[in-house]
């Protein structure tokens, strides 16, 4: 997070070394001028250290107040207008190349996730695919008219008549297979003997 002060003037305050300070009284001192308990010695002397040259004044001024009140790195760059749009396309790419990878990021993310309820979804469909297929097979095997009985051929037949065979067979024909109640074919062929 940046500062208010700005990086730079806190990275010159942290790199010009600090005077040590002017050594603070101690509020247990008596009148006497020594602390309870404690003998005193001879007063040590502080040196102070000059100031770094990084802090005196530069030893040129600017050009004139403009400078002063707007820095280079404030002012922006002057350019054409077909550089700034430019400029403005290549940053509507980068930010369209840059919204595509944080979507396909998420969609990763989200394939990872959700592995597990995505092959169980997978499971019940196929199951449910197996189901309507079988019910689909057994449906047309048994209603559909593609599976029907088309024709009666008798053979065989030296002492009974073939046509009166077919004609109580004929009930018989355009019934799907699966539907033909072969007790009532039984019945209608002990006529003849």
């Given at each position: ?12 305050k942290a790199a010009s070394p600090k005077a040590p ?17 404690v003998k005193t010695s001879a007063p040590e002397t ?148």
């Amino acid at each position: 997070m940046k500062r208010p002060e700005g990086f730079d003037r806190l990275a010159a305050k942290a790199a010009s070394p600090k005077a040590p300070s002017a050594p603070q009284p101690d509020p247990r001192v008596e009148a006497s001028g020594s602390a309870p308990g404690v003998k005193t010695s001879a007063p040590e002397t502080t040196r102070a250290e000059p100031a770094p040259a990084a802090a005196s004044a530069p030893a040129t001024e600017p050009a004139g107040p403009a400078e002063r009140r707007d820095p280079a790195y404030l002012t922006p760059p002057r350019s054409s207008p077909a550089e700034a749009r430019d400029r403005a396309r290549a940053s509507r790419r980068l930010a369209r190349r840059a919204a595509a990878a944080r979507r396909a990021v998420e969609r990763t993310e989200v394939r990872r996730f959700t592995r597990r309820s995505r092959h169980r979804r997978a499971a019940w469909i196929t199951a449910g695919a197996v189901v309507v297929v079988l019910v689909g097979s057994v449906t047309i095997s048994v209603f559909s008219p593609l599976l029907s009985l088309q024709s009666v051929k008798v053979e065989g037949t030296s002492r009974v008549d073939k046509a009166a065979v077919q004609k109580s067979l004929d009930q018989q024909l355009g019934k799907p297979l699966a539907l033909i109640d072969f007790s009532a074919v039984k019945a209608d062929l002990s006529n003849f003997p």
